[in-house]
């Protein structure tokens, strides 16, 4: 058996350094607060990151727990079985004080930055204006809705799409006396380990009738200090 057959049939192999960086920025911290966190010096650090260092199994786990996730988050591989969603046994879910309604398309799996979300919005419901890290990509699916993209309005039909930097300030409502619904994706950070959002989320203007989300939906997926309805 050749080397090259042998490489083909052996597991594939779990760059660490990568999954480190890339939790790291989901969290928002600078290789400076980690090697904190972690009591590591930025250079080893930096090393481990780029893969030209390899962490001892105490070292990881400091790591580990700095990025708030457990050792299995560097060497679990994703299934197939646990990614697949079926329409009629896919969960929905509304959030405490929110009329809307969701839909979870997406898994979470060690480095994995997609968000994504079936969303059906009432007749009526008007977002806040927010900004935010990352981008989003929204589909509509059913009805219609006025997306506000930095102060220009545009009305989104079925087969519409909008692909956007979150950073942008941007709202959308469903004027209309039917329901919306769209497919919502994004690289939104979701929730550290303590349970508070890890993204930075900038409150722009409040809906139209000035109420502010109150304290059982100010956690959505991907979102900081809003739910997901506010800032998508």
Do not use: C
């Amino acid at each position: 058996m050749s080397s090259q057959t042998a490489r083909a049939g052996a597991e594939p192999e779990t760059r660490i350094g990568v999954l480190i960086r890339a939790r790291r920025r989901q969290l928002g911290l600078t290789l400076q607060q980690l090697g904190d966190a972690a009591n590591l010096s930025v250079g080893y650090l930096s090393q481990v990151e780029r893969d030209n260092a390899t962490p001892t199994l105490g070292t990881l786990a400091g790591i580990a727990r700095a990025l708030g996730v457990g050792l299995d988050y560097f060497v679990a591989q994703p299934r197939a079985e646990d990614a697949l969603t079926r329409e009629e046994a896919r969960p929905r879910f509304s959030i405490a004080g929110s009329s809307l309604i969701y839909e979870r398309l997406g898994t979470e799996f060690p480095g994995n930055q997609l968000s994504s979300f079936i969303l059906t919005v009432p007749p009526g419901y008007v977002s806040e204006t927010v900004s935010h890290e990352g981008e989003e990509l929204i589909y509509i699916l059913e009805g219609s809705i006025i997306q506000s993209l930095d102060g220009q309005e545009m009305v989104m039909k079925a087969g519409d799409s909008l692909h956007y930097r979150g950073n942008t300030p941007h709202a959308w409502k469903n004027p209309n006396d039917t329901p919306a619904r769209l497919l919502w994706a994004g690289t939104l950070t979701l929730f550290n380990a303590a349970g508070q959002p890890a993204s930075h989320i900038t409150l722009v203007s409040r809906d139209k009738a000035g109420k502010p989300a109150s304290p059982s939906s100010k956690r959505k997926p991907g979102s900081t200090s809003r739910t997901k309805e506010e800032k998508t």
